[in-house]
């Protein structure tokens, strides 16, 4: 199984909500521990219980953070970058990634049903407010179906959110889909 860059991992129960600073492999039928992962949860104890959890990809800003703490063993290294997050994005400014999650959940919800997955896609390119902002690649399309939403949601959604805010809460319809849809096209001569 390959473990995207950027996976973080929400649970429900009293227990620490982690993420992985980079991506990793575990082999079939096996089990590794990885001691770079992260805590996206300040000052929450306890450990992610087996199918308790919900993967997200961490979002947009704090992708680049990060990859540059990614071989940092300290639980806590997103921390200050979470509460610095929080405070840009107008949530209470502590090293929980949850605040934010929380606070945006409508907002995030509805912009990733704008999105789908096309049949037998294994990419995209990613643009927000007319910017491209991401290109995303997988290596087949069961593995992009897996993570279509979590990259679109989390990662993508946030920074939409926040480009919203910086316009003053409006946003404007493309005028026609047209040059996107071209777009796509094009990255989805990558389907298999």
């Given amino acids: 199984m390959i473990v995207p860059c950027h996976a973080g991992y929400v649970v429900k129960q009293a227990a620490q909500d982690h993420a992985m600073a980079h991506a990793g492999v575990v082999q079939s039928a096996g089990e590794r521990s990885f001691n770079t992962a992260m805590c996206v ?25 990060a990859l540059e703490v990614r071989t940092e063993t300290r639980f806590n ?5 979470i509460a610095q997050f929080n405070q840009e ?14 606070h ?10 704008e999105f789908e997955c096309l049949p037998r896609q294994i990419g995209a390119i990613i643009l927000v407010d007319d910017q491209v902002v991401g290109v995303e ?3 087949s399309h069961a593995y992009w179906r897996s993570v279509w939403p979590c990259l679109i ?7 939409a959110i926040r480009v919203a805010q910086l316009k003053g809460g ?3 319809a ?15 001569n990558w389907n298999r």
């Fill in 137 to 139: 690649r997988a290596p």
């Fill in 170 to 172: 409006r946003t404007e």
């Fill in 104 to 113: 945006f959940e409508k907002e995030l919800d509805e912009f990733v049903a």
């Fill in 153 to 159: 949601r989390e990662c993508y959604g946030s920074l």
């Fill in 174 to 188: 493309p005028a026609s889909r047209t040059p996107l849809r071209t777009a796509l096209v094009r990255w989805t």
């Fill in 77 to 81: 290294k997103l921390w200050d970058a």
């Fill in 89 to 102: 994005m107008g949530v209470q400014a502590h090293g929980h990634l949850d605040f934010f999650l929380k």
């Fill in 41 to 65: 949860q300040a000052s929450q104890g306890g450990l992610i219980q087996r199918g308790s959890y919900r993967m997200l990809i961490l979002p947009y800003a704090l992708r680049e953070r």
